[in-house]
């Protein structure tokens, strides 16, 4: 695997945790704590690799310019510039939100995990958009 081939890795990788966390949201509603547990911290490791992964491709290639015109490139840059601002905020999120997990602050937890839930799934999802759109569209 090449550097050329990151961006579809990214992609992979953003949808798996899209996938680990939709998954663990339904356990969790199950009251399956322990697979709700396993499907998060997958979705922390798999984020984590996602991370590495866009580092050393962004490090090696730079950015990619969007070749759209009109209105998709009003689209693109809306779905972009939200998922930038929300992905810097998921870092310290998921981390406070796992930590309260494994530390059995449930309650805690609980608060926080409203709001990275969402968000982080949001940024997830809108990795997989802006590659397909990057990448495939053009």
Partial sequence: ??????????????????AFLAAGYVLIRRGRIEQHKRC????????AAFLVSYVTYHANAGSRPFPGQGAVRVVYFGILITHVVLAAAILPLALTTA????????????????????LWLYVSVTGVVIYLMLYHFY
């Fill in 40 to 47: 998060m911290l997958a979705a922390l490791g798999t984020s």
């Fill in 99 to 118: 930590a309260r997990g494994l530390a059995a602050k449930y309650d805690r937890h609980v608060r926080i995990a409203r709001w990275t839930l969402p």
């Fill in 1 to 18: 695997m090449g550097i050329a081939d990151l961006p579809a890795l990214n992609a992979v990788l953003n949808g798996t945790a899209a």
